[in-house]
């Protein structure tokens, strides 16, 4: 692999089998299996000046390792993205547990036997875990929806509560709505788990964080003597779609084209933009070993950031006397700021403008977006991997 600041002086993309836009996951999955599978000269053109997408992390001016576009928790139930995954990193047994700030009290989340006994007192909390237990069985996660349909006074005080307590002003400010504009369904979906285990990944075989960071483990995966990475190129620059072709720097692009960008911005926002949560990540770092007892405390009644991360809890670093937090606030994105869209607003004028965009590629068999951005929706990180290897198996069969 080579990495590079900007394009060389005539460069020729038609020296590369497959041009990708962007080195996050999907871009550098499909890079990697393309070299690998099948040969092809890969191009990797990113917008940013470091590879790995939002899992860049890097070393602090304290030694402290931290995630510069917030938390990235590596979990996975598929034993295929665990094992491409793991040929690039080696694994911590980081087992990733979430507290909610609620009134000043810790609570474990999702809400749990421990989180009842907090809210409502040792006796009224094990009342009402008992019900629970006797309604639904021990070890399961439960919708809050499915507490209230069951007409049971008792049930709608737990699902009442964790509507309020742990779901709705979080909500209101990671998404900037007002109650009466959050969907439903999301509310329904809100769970309670009837049991005293308090990862917040409990069912995944897989979880941990690579031993050396993300950007090591990208590293990795993109060292390849047939791929190229030319970083801070912004695509829109050279790539264009035009009558069903794709075209780069004004000539028919014949090779493979993977595009992991917004979809909306390769043309120019023309049908309007896409819009976008987006967040502003402050760095703090203290005297102390440590500031909070895990990983993430949500913060869902109180204070103008949605949560804080403290990075050494997740990453088992051992820095004495010093520890980094970081505080996230929630805003509307604004396209052209320079800003990162981190959240697609899925509602269905959303989803309709998408498609009209998604219209004008369909046709081009040689362009494939994939990734949140380009498909327009939220993925963890393991689901965009395997989007990026079910992607680059359709791609390795036309030319195997």
Known sequence: MQITSGLP???NPHEYDMIVVGAGYAGAVCARRLAETVGFRVAVLERRDHIAGNAYDYYDESGILVHMFGPHIYHTYSERVHSFLSRFTE???YQHKVLANVHGTLMPVPFNHQSLKLAFGEERGEQLYRKLVETFGENKKVPIMELRVKNDPDLQEVADYVYENVFL???MKQWGQTPDQIDPSVTGRVPVFVGDDDRYFPQAPYQGMPKEGYTELFANMLEHDLIDVFCEVDARDLLTIDEGRVLVNGEVYGGEVVYTGPLDELF???LGALPYRTLDMKFETLDVDQFQPVGTV???VSEDYTRITEFKNMTGQVVPGKTTIMKEYSHAYEPGSG????????DPDNRKLY???LERVSSVTNFHPVGRLAEYRYYDMDAVT???LELSDEIISCHA
């Open 9 to 11: 002086t005539g460069f």
């Open 355 to 357: 498609e009209r965009y």
């Open 169 to 171: 002003h979080y909500t």
């Open 298 to 300: 949500n913060y869902t």
């Open 268 to 270: 120019n926002l023309d």
């Open 339 to 346: 800003q990162t869209p981190y959240y697609a607003i899925i």
């Open 91 to 93: 694994w911590t047994d």
């Open 386 to 388: 395997n989007s990026a």
